[in-house]
């Protein structure tokens, strides 16, 4: 089962990604964690994606396709994928759906986090998190243990160089411009589910979970 998760950044896209692995068992494919972790081994892959993420731009698609061709090859999918950070752009979801139609899957259900953009960039710049776990934590809302590590591993917390204001200025340009279509591609099709992501994280799992639930069939009209 895939199930993707659309939204502008500081939508809870991670969060919430986070929260349907651990209770059902998916598998949370993040494409920017993917990439971040390529930049930090110093791959070719992470030379190449660094220049675009730290301009605050999107990776170009075939570099993204080529990406996720890989991690769909990759082992078992488990309860199912959840997708987070892609697709991005309508040829990114256009190819997917085909990716997935030879592999004679395809995608359970499409969830869009709709967020207020002041709300997210007020989000986005208390965010820290840790490159050893993946959690995400908010200096505003959940303060990190007193030594500043993080509260599930221990690990040493960052502010992303992305979530700097001019970065994520261009991250909001890149979301008007290109995903805002692509989640309107998804919508024209009845393949679209929204969730005010605005409110607190539990209400937003709470809504996601029911979706989820709602939907017991693939495909189900939005
Ligand atoms: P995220 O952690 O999802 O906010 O992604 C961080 C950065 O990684 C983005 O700002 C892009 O530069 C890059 N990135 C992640 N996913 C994609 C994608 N599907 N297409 C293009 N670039 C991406």
Not at 38 to 50: C, F, H, K, M, W
Not at 190 to 204: A, F, M, N, P, Y
């Amino acid at each position: 089962m895939i199930v993707v998760l659309l939204g502008a950044p500081g939508a809870g896209k991670g969060t919430q990604a986070k929260r349907i692995e651990a209770a059902r068992g998916f598998r949370h494919v993040s494409t920017g964690d993917l990439l971040r972790g390529a930049v930090g081994e110093g791959t070719e892959l992470g030379i190449l994606a660094g220049k675009y993420m730290d301009a605050g731009s999107l990776v170009p698609d075939d570099v993204m396709l080529g990406l996720l061709n890989a991690l769909l090859d990759r082992g078992s999918q488990g309860a199912g994928v959840i997708l987070d950070g892609f697709p991005r752009t309508v040829p990114q979801a256009k190819a997917l759906d085909h990716l997935l139609e030879d592999r004679g899957e395809k995608i359970y259900r499409v969830i869009f986090l709709d967020i207020k953009r002041e709300d997210a960039v007020e989000r986005l710049s208390s965010r820290v998190s840790c490159p050893k776990c993946g959690s995400i934590h908010n200096l505003a809302t959940s303060l990190p243990r007193a030594d500043g590590s993080c509260d599930a591993c221990g690990g040493p917390l960052f502010r992303r160089p992305d979530d700097e204001p001019e970065k994520i200025e261009r991250r909001f340009e890149q979301f008007q411009s290109e995903t805002h279509a692509t989640i309107e591609y998804y919508r024209s099709q009845g393949r679209l589910d929204t969730v005010d992501s605005g409110r607190s994280i539990d209400e937003v799992r709470e809504a996601i979970d029911e979706i989820l639930d709602r939907n017991s069939g693939p495909q189900a009209a939005g």
